[in-house]
């Protein structure tokens, strides 16, 4: 098994409400990702945890708020987001390994829109 | 992390061979080439890596300039179904965290 699920596959949230995005892998990965995308516009990394850990944080807005409850489980809890924040949100995870490349495997995204 | 440099758009007929180039070179010794794809309307995806030596998979080849400081990924025979944006990425072989940073990337179309 090689996908990468989210949920949901839409959401439209208005500007005042609190929101989780959520993304589940069975590949034994320990390393998961998040990326923004805007429309016509290479993904932009968010955040990267590691064996569960918080690892890199692309010094995202504090609206944002990632968790990692275990290995195969990432959310991304969302609160008083703003219009611009109006985008694709993808999930990926890879074996985490301290050297050589290994590929991402991505999800199909959450299609976030806030009015 | 080094940047690549990509046409942003190329076109293609079905069933011919499509060469997508990408310059780097700025690239370190260190520095493996990703090439990623995505399809419209769904994440990106995987399609291929090297660091010095010419790469064959089921889904593409990668061939590697001698001074890498550029590279091809080539897709042998398209389909309307490789119709994607195609994204050449360095990455840093030993770092302690699989990062990606995705360029502008070139939109491959097909046309039947």
């Known amino acids: 098994d090689t996908e990468v699920t989210q949920t949901p596959k839409h959401l439209v949230m208005g500007m005042t409400n609190k929101k989780s995005l959520k993304c589940e892998q069975h590949?034994?990965?320990?390393?998961m990702y998040w990326y923004k995308q805007k429309a016509k516009k290479p993904p932009e990394l968010m955040f990267v945890?590691?064996?569960?850990?918080?690892?890199i944080n692309e010094s995202v807005p504090s609206r944002f708020s990632p968790e990692c409850p275990n290995s195969s489980l990432l959310n991304l809890h969302l609160h008083a987001l703003q219009p611009e924040d109006s985008a694709l949100y993808l999930c990926?995870?890879?074996?985490?390994?301290?050297?050589?490349?290994?590929?991402?495997?991505f999800g199909p995204g959450t299609r976030l829109t806030v009015t | 992390d080094a940047k690549t440099t990509q046409p942003n758009s190329m076109e293609s007929n079905e069933e011919e061979p499509v060469h997508l180039p990408c310059n780097h070179s700025?690239?370190?010794?260190?520095?493996?080439i990703h090439w990623y794809r995505q399809l419209p309307s769904q994440g990106p995806e995987y399609v291929i890596h090297?660091?010095?030596s010419n790469v064959n998979n089921r889904m593409a080849s990668l061939a590697i300039a001698e001074d890498r400081k550029s590279s091809t990924l080539i897709l042998h025979r398209a389909t309307l179904r490789d119709a994607a944006v195609y994204y050449c990425?360095?990455?840093?072989?030993?770092?302690?965290?699989?990062?990606?940073?995705f360029g502008t990337g070139t939109l491959l179309a097909v046309q039947p």
């Open positions: 700025t690239i370190s010794g260190t520095d493996y």
């Open positions: 590949m034994g990965h320990r390393a």
């Open positions: 990926a995870s890879s074996q985490e390994r301290l050297a050589g490349p290994y590929e991402q495997y």
């Open positions: 990425i360095l990455r840093a072989y030993g770092g302690a965290t699989n990062k990606l940073i």
């Open positions: 090297g660091l010095t």
């Open positions: 945890y590691s064996y569960e850990k918080l690892s």
